[in-house]
């Protein structure tokens, strides 16, 4: 069955700091991967996903980047933390083949 | 463009009665639907998921939804709520290759 692994759960940084956060999914190949974002006491926002290795779709003009170097890894980042990045980030994996959708545990990120 | 509608921000039921949460969809083809449900402080758990076939679908808790492709409509009924279903819910919509549009939720409050 499919996974998602996400990490760190928690994670406070500094503005002005850099960040990683990676998403690896297991058994299942060429899923769809989304990063999504919730601030406190709103909705979902949409930041990135990816049909396919190297392909990166953005939804939202910002400091943050995506990528996804190998099919089942799907990385987001940070040259320079802002306030307003503070926010639960949430990888979600769509399996069309298995017509599985979920999403990681997410990590909860406070910019400091 | 494609869109999401959760007209109920907030609905409180009382514990035992029925529950009916609409979601409202706009999209150009028939979309992959799904309903997930937050609990304060946790992640996004998919309830259920409608791919493709008999449109009333059965999920977790009790849980079940039924698309109507008329109506443009996913909604997501219970017969009788627990007070451990008071959470945040969440319709979502995709198609292959294309973004996950979610709703901005509806929180559900049960009464004693």
């Known amino acids: 069955s499919q996974t998602i692994h996400q990490w760190p759960a928690t994670l406070v940084q500094p503005v002005g700091s850099p960040l990683s956060l990676e998403c690896t999914v297991e058994g299942t190949s060429n899923p769809n991967l989304y990063w999504y974002r919730q601030a406190a006491g709103r909705g979902l926002q949409l930041l990135f996903y990816?049909?396919?290795?190297?392909?990166i779709s953005s939804e939202v003009p910002q400091n943050l980047s995506a990528s996804r170097p190998q099919d089942r890894q799907f990385i987001l980042s940070s040259k320079k933390l802002l306030l307003s990045d503070s926010g639960f980030y949430l990888c979600f994996l769509l399996d069309r083949l298995n017509t599985e959708a979920f999403f990681g545990q997410g990590t909860r990120l406070t910019v400091v | 463009a494609q869109s999401v509608t959760q007209p109920d921000i907030h609905i409180t039921v009382s514990e035992g009665a029925s529950l009916e949460l609409r979601c409202n969809y706009s999209y150009g083809a028939t979309p992959y639907l799904f309903w997930y449900v937050q609990s304060p402080g946790q992640g996004l758990q998919l309830l259920l998921k409608?791919?493709?076939?008999?449109?009333l679908v059965q999920g977790i808790k009790g849980f079940e939804a039924e698309f109507k492709r008329s109506q443009s409509s996913f909604n997501l009924r219970k017969p009788s709520v627990h007070w451990s279903d008071a959470a945040e819910y969440f319709c979502?919509?995709?198609?292959?290759?294309?973004?996950?549009?979610f709703g901005k939720g509806t929180t559900l409050s049960v009464s004693s």
């Open positions: 990816s049909v396919g290795i190297g392909q």
């Open positions: 979502a919509v995709t198609r292959a290759g294309t973004a996950l549009i």
């Open positions: 409608y791919f493709s076939g008999d449109t």
